[in-house]
């Protein structure tokens, strides 16, 4: 079976199709950073009319790279929620239409399932159950998922999701928005151990995660400090350094208590290297294993859809035939715990 993903629900329109039996035939993004970038964050209005603009050629070129027709889709995923609503209307808008137009079922996906699944889209891909850490830049969760749909939140951050709090960080070291990664890239410039940061809930004793006061202490640093280049750097490293810990002792913390042996990591601070290696060191260490997206697919992306969609319509759950329906909704706010 052929399912064609649509992800709109911030700043980037991912398109993909996915085949059960062939995997990920083609997939197409654009992302909205250049938009935004002026304006330091996503500006909601700006984005929903972007993804106006991209989504139709793109799900055209998405179609065209996999070599095949419309009509031989048979079903059409879509972002239903958590999400900018205005942005998530247009890729709900697009998939329901499409669907009752080609007489074919669409499937609501919740965006943090896309990304809890998307270490399935590569190989050696882990089995179920597997613990996942989610660290994106509204999230940053600890689940336990026994299979599609049978997911136990853990954990969760208090305040700040990890993606947040480097986007945060990063702003304030002068770099541009989002800037994870840029962040990232200053901090191998940096010399460890010349700034001291704080470990926000390292004891605990649950599997919550706390961001806000880290990037306060870098706030404070930088108020007390006359700041050149060198040190941007270093306190890039030093706030690195302390997210790193904090993720990878929870996250181990959570296999032990759990009996896990399968680690898995989603969303767009999976990217982060510092993270992966230190989280391929540390679980190798104890026995477990680690599973990572590929690079491409950490960040939003169509593909994680289109597979979270194609997962969905073999269990033949969470399946609506558009003949019978004559609304859709989107979901601004939505738990996963609820699926
Ligand atoms: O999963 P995602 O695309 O967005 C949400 O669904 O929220 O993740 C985006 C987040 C941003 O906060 C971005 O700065 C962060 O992932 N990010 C990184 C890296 N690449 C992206 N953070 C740290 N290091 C990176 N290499
Ligand atoms: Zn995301």
Redesign the pocket.
């Known amino acids: 079976m052929i399912v064609l993903g649509i992800e709109t629900?911030?700043d980037?329109t991912g398109i993909a199709v996915y085949h059960t039996e062939n995997g990920l035939l083609s997939h197409t993004l654009f992302s909205q950073i250049e938009i935004h970038n002026e304006y330091g964050g996503v500006v909601p209005e700006l984005a929903s009319r972007d993804h106006i603009r991209r989504t139709i050629p793109l799900i055209k070129k998405a179609l065209q790279n996999a070599h095949i027709d419309l009509h031989e889709i048979d079903a059409i995923a879509f972002t239903q929620g958590p999400?900018l609503a205005g942005a998530l209307l247009v890729g709900a808008s697009i998939a329901n239409a499409m669907a009752f137009a080609l007489k074919i079922p669409v499937l609501n996906i919740h965006?943090?399932e896309g990304?809890l699944l998307s270490p399935l889209l590569s190989k050696p891909a882990p089995c179920f159950p597997f613990l996942a850490l989610l660290?994106?830049?509204?999230?940053t969760q600890l689940i336990k998922v026994k299979g599609i749909g049978q997911y136990t939140l853990l954990g969760e951050t208090v305040d700040d999701?990890?993606?947040?709090a480097?986007?945060k960080t990063?702003k304030l070291l002068g770099l541009d928005y989002?800037?994870?990664?840029a962040?990232?890239?200053l901090a191998t410039k940096g010399r460890p151990s010349c700034f001291k940061l704080p470990r926000p809930m390292r004891h605990s004793g649950d599997f919550n995660f706390s961001f806000s006061g880290l990037k306060t202490a870098v706030l404070t640093l930088i108020k007390n400090h006359e700041i050149n280049d060198q040190m941007r750097a270093d306190i890039a490293l030093a706030f690195?350094e302390a997210?790193v810990d904090i993720l990878t002792e929870k996250s181990l913390a959570a296999l032990a208590r759990t009996g896990l042996t399968q680690l898995v990591i989603?969303?767009?601070?999976?990217?982060?290297?510092?993270?992966r290696s230190r989280l391929l060191q540390e679980t190798s260490r104890i026995g477990a294993t680690v599973f990572f997206p590929e690079f491409q697919f950490?960040?939003?992306?169509g593909a994680m859809i289109a597979f979270a969609g194609a997962m969905r319509l073999l269990k033949q759950d969470t399946v609506r035939c558009p003949e019978t329906m004559n609304s859709f909704t989107v979901k601004a706010r939505w738990e996963l715990e609820t699926l």
């Open positions: 629900s911030c980037e999400g965006h943090l990304h660290v994106s830049g509204g999230h999701a990890a993606g947040e480097f986007d990063a989002p800037g994870g990664k962040l990232a890239e690195q997210a989603a969303g767009g601070v999976g990217a982060n290297i510092a993270l950490c960040t939003d992306n």
